[in-house]
């Protein structure tokens, strides 16, 4: 069966393979590697690859989007809040017991709503970054809270942490869980003994966070 996958340049070391949870495959190799050492690779971990594509948490992408209308939820830090729109000259949000949303005729609810989740992710997000850093003794360059499709975070090869905006909807001890799991990167690449070991101390309760992203991590990529 052929294998198809992507392949990213960058100036990293090493050639790795990624399975996304949408089962697509991306190899991330330094920048003049041969395509042909590349394809020897992916060809040898063909079995492992495949194994991975079939992992339980691994699913197809969907649209699940939201309508944005009263009385519909919408997650945030792991609870679901009920919407009130009310018609208004500007754009804004409150978080009192529900979501009260002033909304303008010429705006988009979607697009207030998904600045208004990436504000607070940054708010939010970043102190954990920092407070979690020193207690890993870890250094970092940047935080960027991106849009990642189908990936809750990473670490590029300039040490900077990119976190996915969505997990702004996850309950804080996920957050937790995502961000010390890429900043204990830094000091394990792989997912080694040592690296869970640098998890654990960090987050006990680590496998109750993997477990809630396995059971909700599709509704927060795909809700809207």
Request: hydrophobic content about 35%; overall charge positive.
């Amino acid at each position: 069966m052929e294998l198809n996958y992507k392949i990213i340049y960058s100036n990293r070391k090493t050639i790795g393979i990624i399975v996304e949870r949408d089962r697509s495959v991306v190899v991330r190799a330094p920048l003049g590697s041969d395509p042909q050492k590349i394809q020897n690779l992916v060809e040898r971990k063909k079995f492992w690859i495949f194994q991975k594509q079939n992992h339980v948490q691994k699913y197809n992408s969907v649209e699940l989007r939201k309508e944005f209308v009263n009385g519909e939820s919408v997650l945030y830090l792991g609870r679901n809040y009920r919407l009130q729109i009310e018609k208004s000259d500007r754009d804004d949000i409150k978080l009192v017991g529900k979501f009260i949303i002033n909304h303008s005729s010429g705006s988009d609810i979607q697009n207030v709503f998904k600045n208004w989740f990436i504000n607070k992710a940054k708010e939010k997000i970043t102190p954990r970054i920092k407070y979690h850093a020193r207690n890993i003794g870890v250094k970092y360059d940047k935080i960027l809270i991106m849009d990642m499709k189908y990936r809750w975070g990473s670490c590029t090869p300039n040490n900077n942490l990119c976190i996915n905006w969505r997990l702004i909807k996850a309950p804080m001890t996920v957050i937790d869980y995502v961000i010390v799991h890429e900043l204990a990167h830094l000091l394990e690449l792989n997912h080694t003994p040592k690296f869970w070991n640098i998890v654990r101390a960090q987050t006990p309760d680590y496998e109750r966070a993997k477990q809630w992203l396995k059971e909700h991590g599709e509704i927060l990529e795909s809700e809207f």
